[in-house]
C-alpha cells in the first residue's frame, strides 16, 4: 500500500469551502474561513464542519483503498452510547461499491444540549475498502454526513491519478437540517445528493442544520462561488427559534436574494418554502421537545395577528415575494415544500419535524422531478 496525500497531490475534496488544519490532519468545512468571525453561536460552527456531501474523488486502477479517519461525536451522560458515527460509502464510476461504519473517535460529553462539553480524546480508525473492479476508475469517498469527519491519511494498493474535470452542472442549495438530512441512511441518501443523482447534477449542500436564519454571510457565499442552479429552503428554523416577525422576515428575504443575485443575475434561483410540520402550522415557535421527543411549538396561535411567524404566514409570505420579484426576474421560481412532504404524510417525520431516511429519499425523488423536469426550473 502506497500513502497519497489529501492535500497538494491527486485527490480532490468536493462540497467543502475550507480545510481546517487539525493535530491529525484536516478537516473540511462547509463554508468560507472568513465567515468563522461571524457566527454568533459555536453551533453555527459545529454543523458547518458536518461534511453533507463531502466526499474525497481520485481515479485509481487500485484494487483496495484504505482511509484513516477521526471522528467525533456527542454523547448526553443520561445515554449509555456515543450517538452513531454515520457512514462512509465508496462509489466508483457512479455507483455503490462498499459501505463501512465511521470509526469512533472523539467523544464530547455534556449534560445536555448547550451544556459543556467534555472532550475525551479518541484516535483515528482505519476504514478499508477492497475488491474493486481491476483497471482505471473514477472513485468517490462520502463523508457521513451528520459527524465531522477529520481526514488523517490515504492509502492504496495501485497508482492514484487527479479526478477527471466534472463537466456536469453545479448545483448550490442551502437549507436547515431537513435538508442537511442527519437522519438519512448514508451520505448518499441525503435528499439533495440523491435529487442531484437523479438530475445529473454536482451538488454542494451549505444547509446547516438549526441555522439556517438567512445569514448574510451565506448569501455573500453564495454569490462569490460557481454555481449554474441555485435553491433555497427557507422558513423551518425562522419559525422554530421565533427569529423574525412578519415586518423583518420580507426585506430579509429580499436581502438575502439581492445579495445572490449581485454575483448571478441569472442563475435558476428556486425558493422552497417548509414542508408540512403540525406543530408550526397555524402555532408560532420557538420550539421545544416534550418528553415523548415530539417536537412542540411554544407560540401564541392569537399572537399571529400582530405579525408572529407561523408556517402557513411563512409560505404566502414567500410566494408574494416571488411572484412580485419574477417581474423583473424571471429565472426565480417557488416551490412549496408540501409538494415534497405533505399533510397526508406527517407520520413520515421521525420527531414531528425531520423526515424518516425513506422520506428523505422520498423528497430528493420528487424534488428531481419537479426542479429537473422538461419545464422544470432547473431545465
Not at 71 to 97: F, I, K
Request: proline share 10%; hydrophobic share 40%; aromatic share 4%.
Amino acid at each position: 500500500m502506497r500513502s497519497v496525500p489529501l492535500v497538494g497531490g491527486p485527490v480532490e475534496i468536493r462540497g467543502a469551502l475550507d480545510l481546517v488544519t487539525t493535530p491529525s490532519g484536516v478537516m473540511p468545512r462547509r463554508l468560507p474561513a472568513w465567515t468563522k468571525d461571524q457566527h454568533q453561536d459555536p453551533t453555527e460552527y459545529g454543523v458547518t464542519v458536518m461534511p453533507s456531501g463531502v466526499r474525497l474523488v481520485f481515479r485509481t486502477d487500485a484494487r483496495e483503498v484504505e482511509f484513516d479517519v477521526l471522528t467525533t461525536t456527542g454523547q448526553l451522560d443520561s445515554d449509555p452510547q456515543p450517538q452513531p458515527t454515520g457512514t462512509l460509502e465508496l462509489l466508483v464510476d457512479g455507483a455503490p461499491a462498499g459501505r463501512q461504519q465511521a470509526p469512533l473517535g472523539n467523544v464530547l460529553r455534556m449534560a445536555g444540549p448547550g451544556a459543556v462539553q467534555q472532550l475525551i480524546p479518541g484516535e483515528p480508525g482505519t476504514v478499508r475498502f477492497a475488491g474493486l473492479p481491476t483497471g482505471m476508475k473514477n472513485v468517490e469517498l462520502w463523508l457521513p454526513q451528520q459527524t465531522p469527519t477529520e481526514l488523517v491519511a490515504l492509502r492504496a494498493d495501485g497508482e492514484v491519478l487527479a479526478p477527471l474535470p466534472d463537466s456536469r452542472r453545479r448545483w448550490v442549495h442551502h437549507g436547515s437540517s431537513i435538508s442537511h438530512c442527519l437522519g438519512a441512511d448514508g451520505p448518499t441518501g441525503t435528499w439533495p445528493v440523491v435529487a442531484a443523482s437523479l438530475g445529473g447534477v454536482e451538488v454542494i449542500n451549505l444547509s446547516q442544520a438549526g441555522n439556517a436564519m438567512l445569514d448574510p454571510y451565506v448569501a455573500r457565499t453564495i454569490r462569490d462561488m460557481p454555481a449554474d442552479l441555485i435553491s433555497l429552503k427557507i422558513g423551518i428554523n425562522i419559525v422554530g427559534l421565533a427569529a423574525f416577525r412578519r415586518r423583518t422576515f420580507g426585506p430579509a428575504v429580499h436581502g438575502f436574494l439581492d445579495t445572490i443575485r449581485d454575483g448571478h443575475p441569472h442563475t435558476p434561483l428556486l425558493v422552497i418554502s417548509p414542508l408540512s410540520c403540525p406543530a408550526f402550522e397555524d402555532t408560532p415557535g420557538p420550539a421545544t421537545t416534550g418528553p415523548n421527543g415530539e417536537v412542540t411549538a411554544l407560540g401564541d396561535p392569537a399572537d399571529v395577528a400582530h405579525g408572529a411567524l407561523s408556517l402557513t404566514v411563512v409560505r404566502a409570505e414567500l410566494a408574494r415575494i416571488v411572484t412580485a420579484r419574477r417581474a423583473s426576474d424571471p429565472h426565480l421560481h417557488y416551490l412549496d415544500g408540501r409538494e415534497l412532504l405533505g399533510p397526508e404524510e406527517v407520520d413520515d417525520l421521525a420527531d414531528g419535524l425531520h423526515p424518516t431516511a425513506a422520506a428523505y429519499r422520498r423528497i430528493g425523488e420528487r424534488f428531481a422531478a419537479h426542479a429537473f423536469a422538461s419545464n422544470g426550473p432547473f431545465e
